[in-house]
């Protein structure tokens, strides 16, 4: 693990810094973190006002390339998606740029990146245990079918949202290349990665997330990011998704701040599960510190 942390590096300012990952693995705390701690106000940031644009919604790229997506193909969508966010950067003057995103690293046939390559200064990709995943995700789908999600995350051909044809969804479709696929293309792409742990974010969360901080260029004292950090507490942010809810969460799920948990895998998968899990992902999971020399578990 140490051997990734290693990567990051300052990025650069002009241009977007993806906050990518797989879903249910820390993208949404690290951004309600993000807009507490570059608002400096005293009262925690509601959670209808965390900001931060997502790269898959179907309004910015209408508004950008000026064309209505609902009369375009997903590869036709695709196509122009590389062109929408080099036109956003080139609109914008508010550096640094953040957009989440929660699709792999997948190429055009021409080999240019979906995401622009020319857009890109750097990615914070965040990258939890699928043990947890799998839980996790399966409870934001909205059923306990932990079969079919470990199904899902295992399968290649798998996208995310809006992959469908039958109705016309508020984001664009997400390739997503199962668990270990989306892992591989973020890591093996030619972006400047800084690789988050989920583990880390609850472990050591002022170490994990100021080198975060400062691989996107800000500059942030310890002081500024703890208290940050404490205004988006896992208690707090439960707190005010019940009071008064939140729209990422799904139609099906009870809750989007659900437990945050690490090793909750084990209180619901069973060793069938796991075992299928560790067959279908053990190489990633023993290079991200998840599996030691041996295979054994380490969380």
């Not at 106000?41 to 000026?66: H, M, W």
């Not at 209180?267 to 041996?294: C, F, P, R, S, W």
Request: charged fraction near 25%; hydrophobic fraction near 40%; glycine fraction near 8%.
């Amino acid at each position: 693990m140490d051997a990734i942390m290693e990567v990051a590096t300052a990025a650069p300012r002009k241009g977007i810094t993806w906050l990518a990952s797989y879903p249910k693995s820390g993208n949404t705390w690290f951004r309600i973190f993000l807009k507490n701690l570059m608002s400096g106000a005293d009262e925690p940031t509601k959670l209808q006002g965390i900001g931060c644009s997502i790269a898959s919604a179907r309004a910015v790229f209408d508004n950008i390339a000026g064309i209505d997506s609902s009369e375009m193909s997903h590869d036709e969508i695709d196509w122009y998606r590389p062109r929408v966010y080099e036109q956003l950067v080139a609109e914008s003057d508010q550096f640094p740029m953040f957009m989440k995103t929660h699709d792999a690293w997948s190429l055009l046939p021409g080999g240019q990146p979906v995401l622009s390559a020319k857009a890109t200064v750097g990615a914070i990709y965040f990258v939890r245990n699928p043990l947890d995943v799998a839980v996790s995700f399966a409870y934001h789908s909205g059923h306990e079918d932990f079969d079919q999600t470990i199904a899902q995350m295992g399968s290649r051909e798998t996208g995310h949202f809006c992959h469908g044809n039958r109705r016309l969804a508020n984001q664009l479709r997400q390739l997503m290349f199962g668990w270990s696929g989306h892992v591989e293309s973020w890591l093996q792409s030619d972006a400047n990665i800084h690789v988050m742990r989920y583990e880390d974010m609850k472990a050591t969360p002022l170490r994990t997330f100021s080198e975060a901080v400062h691989f996107a260029g800000l500059d942030h004292s310890d002081e500024e990011i703890d208290a940050a950090l404490d205004k988006a507490r896992f208690e707090n942010l439960q707190k005010m998704e019940q009071e008064n809810g939140f729209r990422e969460k799904t139609v099906g799920s009870n809750a989007f701040f659900r437990k945050g948990k690490v090793g909750s895998w084990r209180e619901k998968l069973n060793g069938q599960q796991v075992q299928k899990i560790i067959d279908d992902h053990g190489t990633l999971m023993q290079q991200l510190g998840y599996l030691d020399a041996d295979g054994e578990l380490t969380i």
